[in-house]
């Protein structure tokens, strides 16, 4: 995205305050249904393990694949060290971030892909509904200036990529 597109989306917002308070509320606390939801997923699939109904294989994969994959996604940030738009274009995010660099891929939108992903695996329309509310967060990231569009799509093609090689076996 240009600068100008980002300039337009907050002149946009701050002259729509209701819009501005959604989008701002939106950003801040929809990540938490999915980071929330992802220990209750864990805790649900220990007692399934502990009772015989959950294999340990299923449990380590619901733990490690996210892992990996955040780990690969800080490593890929910290060794690109993007900046983000509001570095770029010298403007102010409209959600206070002052994070410098590290941008692409977004770690945001890989940990809600690679989560939706393993809820794909356990549950699909669980899943659908994490990947639903991952588009969603995401595109916030973008609205509110601290991510570029290609930062989040690289964050969720890792995750997707991911998820599609250890749970589908797919790749």
């Known amino acids: 995205m240009t600068e100008q597109s980002f300039l337009k989306i907050q002149s946009y917002f701050k002259t729509h305050d209701t819009s501005f ?8 606390y929809l990540p ?22 959950c294999g340990v294989q299923d449990f380590t994969k619901a733990v490690a694949i996210p892992l990996l994959t955040l780990i690969i996604a800080t490593i890929l940030r910290k060794l690109i060290n993007a900046p983000r738009p509001y570095e770029k274009y010298s403007f102010s995010p409209l959600a206070h971030k002052d994070t410098r660099g590290q941008s692409f891929p977004s770690r945001h939108s ?6 939706s992903m393993t809820f794909l695996y356990f549950n699909p329309f669980l899943g659908a509904v994490c990947f639903f509310i991952g588009i969603i967060m995401v595109s916030t990231r ?3 200036g601290v991510h ?9 093609l890792l995750s997707t990529a ?6 589908i076996n797919f790749i």
Not at 21 to 28: D, E, T
Not at 32 to 53: D, E, I, S
Not at 110 to 115: E, H, K, L, P, R
């Open 32 to 53: 938490w249904t999915v980071h929330l939801g992802y220990p209750a997923l864990l805790a649900f699939l220990f007692f399934q393990l502990y009772a015989g109904k």
């Open 162 to 167: 991911m998820g599609m090689l250890f749970y």
């Open 148 to 156: 570029f569009i290609k930062d989040i799509v690289a964050g969720a």
């Open 110 to 115: 890989a940990s809600v892909f690679i989560i």
């Open 142 to 144: 973008v609205l509110v």
């Open 21 to 28: 308070k959604i989008l701002k509320f939106v950003y801040k």
